[in-house]
């Protein structure tokens, strides 16, 4: 989701995965013919429909509007790239492609899921398609969007990798309202073992989704720290 941290003072990670979606068929079924005169039934042919939320169910059905201090409960992990990512079948994200994931609750647990999504495959540039679709689609337009998404294709040469790449391992609702969500996620930090890059990321309420408000100048780096603990934070508590 950003530029990685060095050892210099600004080192700064990303995290970043994608949910497969699975089109099951159903079989036709011939059905006898009565033994009297009466006509055979005919069977109509059904499709299953794609994985997902149970069946008939809306997604996302999350409507809790206190934050929550708390893990959040019923995550799966799913691995894009180097990075897992976190997966709520009542917060979303419920619309998952190759690059994007959209489709997220318009509650607290919403905005941290959508930060954690959006913000991390901002960084995943292997395929490139996984930043450039993302910044492009679910970033606000602006001189900050443009930015963001020049800095990310000329970066593009130089991929996250295993060890150069931080994990999500907490999250902090630093402000919340019903259009804009201000959530900071903290980081595993590869170049410092014991300490975690803190990044604040922006989400607003548009269009019917939270969406990335793009960081000053199209850099994470402005706004990163690096610390030594997760207090104040609640962990992901992924396995």
């Not at 999350?62 to 708390?70: G, I, L, W």
Request: charged share 15%; with cysteine.
């Amino acid at each position: 989701m950003w530029t990685r941290f060095m050892n210099s003072r600004s080192a700064l990670l990303a995290a970043a995965g994608f949910l497969a979606l699975v089109v099951l068929l159903a079989l036709l079924a011939l059905i006898r013919a009565a033994t009297d005169d009466s006509p055979a039934a005919t069977p109509t042919p059904t499709t299953a429909k794609a994985s997902g939320p149970p069946a008939g169910a809306p997604c996302p059905t999350d409507t809790a509007t206190a934050v929550p201090t708390k893990q959040l409960a019923g995550l799966r992990w799913e691995r894009l790239g180097p990075v897992l990512l976190p997966y709520s079948a009542s917060a979303g994200p419920c619309t998952v492609t190759a690059t994007t994931a959209a489709g997220y609750a318009h509650t607290p647990a919403g905005a941290i899921l959508a930060a954690a999504q959006i913000g991390s495959r901002t960084s995943i540039t292997t395929p490139l398609a996984v930043a450039t679709d993302t910044i492009e689609q679910q970033a606000l337009p602006g001189p900050a969007r443009d930015d963001l998404l020049a800095k990310t294709k000329a970066r593009a040469n130089t991929p996250l990798t295993e060890q150069n790449a931080g994990q999500l391992a907490a999250w902090a609702v630093l402000s919340y309202s019903d259009d804009t969500a201000v959530i900071s996620l903290a980081l595993s930090n590869p170049a410092s073992d014991g300490q975690y890059v803190t990044i604040p990321v922006t989400v607003r309420w548009s269009s019917g989704d939270w969406r990335l408000v793009a960081p000053p100048q199209g850099s994470w780096d402005s706004s990163a720290a690096v610390t030594p603990t997760l207090q104040g934070y609640v962990e992901w508590g992924r396995p």
